[in-house]
């Protein structure tokens, strides 16, 4: 998020970790599955296990497993990023009416 690689028990990983939770439980994104023509996700075969394990957990930041925005993802953000919503500022009414000011 910040461009540079930091530690795993930084508060950098951890605002990655929920913002990438968040996002995945609101159903805006989630981990890339393989559809049919219908759009049915596609059973994955299992992978089988390696006998050689290694000590540490998965890194937050690993590439193995690869994030898609879902259909509601992508309207939320054409909807964030196309200016339909109106841009933080004072409105239009409240700029011909300055407080104090009686209608």
Known sequence: MHGSI???DSAEADLFKLLIHDLSTGHVIRQHRQKDYDGKFIKETPRPRTQAGTS???SAFEDEK?????????????YTMDDVMPS?????SS???????AL
Do not use: S
Not at 88 to 92: D, F, Q, V
Not at 95 to 101: D, F, L, M
């Open 88 to 92: 933080i500022g004072p409105a239009a």
């Open 6 to 8: 930091v530690r795993e």
């Open 95 to 101: 700029a011909a009416n300055p407080p104090g000011n």
């Open 66 to 78: 690869k994030y898609e925005l879902t259909e509601l993802g992508v309207q939320f953000v054409r």
């Open 56 to 58: 540490t957990l998965t």
